[in-house]
Antibody, heavy 123, light 108 residues
Framework: QVQLQQSGPGLVKPSQTLSLTCAISGDSVSSNSVTWNWIRQSPSRGLEWLGR?????????DYAVSVRGRITINPDTSMNHFSLQLNSVTPEDTAVYFC?????????????WGQGTRVTVSS | DIQMTQSPSSLSASVGDRVTITCRAS??????LSWYQQKPGKAPKLLIY???SLQSGVPSRFSGSGSGTDFTLIISSVQPEDFATYYCQQSYSTPEGTFGPGTKVDIK
């Protein structure tokens, strides 16, 4: 049974870096048949895909246009997890952040989700 | 960008009612459409993928249909545990798939 467990702070100051981790159990971050994603949800923006990382003989990352230049998603094979870093945050980055898995066999649907982390950007 | 709309934005239903939710894409997305259920304080849960394929473990009272730009989620006989918000999501423009704004189903 695949599970994703998120960790990270719930409060970040403006202009600082938001950092979250998603620990994977029951699957491997290095699997070549899935992608590992970050999504956020806020009342103003709804559900918004932020980016992903995946392994296909080498590592790849893709990012949403809305956050490109501020975001990094990295895998950690030794810990079997992946992380999100979002730089230069503003109050508009206040949201609930989710990690999620996409298996190739499900037409790019998100089948497993982390529990969510509510992040507030405030001084 | 592909925009997703849903209707209605909310509805009230009684246990046992048939519930229909519609999702429309701003351009053709073939059958790259998923449906999710979200309860307060929880992550979304995948119900349907590929427009009409039922995710493992999801009750058969949920069904999806459609292709191109117009899609439908039907709950054939709504149960107390089905009161939640439902989202559609297109994965045609992977990786930047977009979600609909949601339809809240509550108890009449």
């Amino acid at each position: 049974q695949v599970q994703l467990q998120q960790s990270g702070p719930g409060l970040v100051k403006p202009s600082q870096t938001l950092s979250l981790t998603c620990a994977i159990s029951g699957d491997s971050v290095s699997s070549n048949s899935v992608t590992w994603n970050w999504i956020r949800q806020s009342p103003s923006r709804g559900l918004e895909w932020l980016g992903r990382t995946y392994y296909r003989s080498k590592w790849y990352s893709d990012y949403a246009v809305s956050v490109r230049g501020r975001i990094t998603i990295n895998p950690d094979t030794s810990m079997n997890h992946f992380s999100l870093q979002l730089n230069s945050v503003t109050p508009e980055d206040t949201a609930v952040y989710f990690c999620a898995r996409v298996p190739e066999v499900l037409d790019d649907a998100f089948d497993i989700w982390g529990q969510g982390t509510r992040v507030t950007v405030s001084s | 960008d592909i925009q997703m709309t849903q209707s209605p934005s909310s509805l009230s239903a009684s246990v046992g009612d048939r519930v229909t939710i519609t999702c429309r894409a701003s351009q053709s997305i073939s059958n790259y459409l998923s449906w999710y259920q979200q309860k307060p304080g929880k992550a979304p849960k995948l119900l349907i993928y590929g427009a009409s394929s039922l995710q493992s473990g999801v009750p058969s009272r949920f069904s999806g249909s459609g292709s191109g730009t117009d899609f439908t989620l039907i709950i054939s006989s709504v149960q107390p545990e089905d009161f939640a918000t439902y989202y559609c999501q297109q994965s045609y423009s992977t990786p930047e798939g977009t979600f609909g704004p949601g339809t809240k189903v509550d108890i009449k």
